[in-house]
């Protein structure tokens, strides 16, 4: 049996975004559910959030941020060879929503499927399309995060309601000589799934805010810093540092542990709330539309949520 072999290392050509239209701040919030402005800036620190509506499907917001990530990477569709979409909050499982995503696109009968790794989706996608480049299973990949979180969120819920959100984001990934993904970290607590459920398909979404809270300020700090070493690079290396945007108190704690004070920081999660899979694709593209991270920047990048699931990497702004 003959192997193939493939690009000696991966790099992102190309970023996109896109967030809903509907804007939706605190205060709206608080006329459905009993909560506050002040009460969701302090516990969670999200000031606004996106809410997808009509002719923003979860296809749409993917196809709409693809369309970016590829006019940015100066690519075309019939460039791709695999599309991998990170998706937990697909509306129907059967089809998948890869393939419908690539047929939208234009995209010339890709491999595609989708993955769900919850809001590690974005990071272990990425690390699924750098080591396809490698093996020379693919040579330029699609990676999207998407999610319509509002489809499973109940609204009535206050515990949840304030804190997911929808959009997109995608990156188009190519083979390198010189690597600019680094090796990936990962791992998952199935005995902790009932943080962050949804059940089955006639209820919502149910969360242990405070078991999340504490598992994520206590266990991932030490995956960052394995990230760093197993990419050869130290903290103090790192010029971005963009987690998943889940709660702002829990990206300050981290920044904090790891004592990256000189990195910039993704904070998009007041901006945009919790897109779970799209939150640092999201972030990292406004961080590099606004100047606050540049082409070539050493950006930690750290994806965690339901499952429970992690994913990080070390990798070079496009
Ligand atoms: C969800 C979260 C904001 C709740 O904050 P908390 O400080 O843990 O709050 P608690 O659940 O202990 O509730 C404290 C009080 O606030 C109330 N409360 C909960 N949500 C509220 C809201 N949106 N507005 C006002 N009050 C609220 C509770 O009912 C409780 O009231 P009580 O003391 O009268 O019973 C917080 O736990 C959190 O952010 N966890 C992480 C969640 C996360 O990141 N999830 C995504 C992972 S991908």
Redesign the pocket.
Known sequence: MKLTTGAPGARIAGLGDYRPHRVVTNDELAQV????DE??RS??GIRQRHFAGEGESLVDMAVAASGKALAASGLGPEDIDLLIMATCSAPTSIPGVGPTVADRLGLRGPGAYDLNA??AGFCYALSAASDAIRTGSARRVLVIGAERLTDWVDPLD??TC??FADGAGAAVVVGTDEPAIGPVVWGSDGSKREA?IVRDRATMME?D??G??RW?TTRLAPVARECCERAGVTLADIDVFVP?Q??L??VDSMVRALGLQHAAIGRDIVESG?T?SASIPLALTRMLERGEAKSGDLTLVLG???GLTYAGQVLRCP
């Open positions: 559910v009993d909560t506050s009460w969701i516990r969670v919850a809001c206050r515990g304030i804190i962050i969360m805010g405070q999340v809270f994520a998943h889940a709660n108190r829990i919790n779970s965690f949520g339901a």
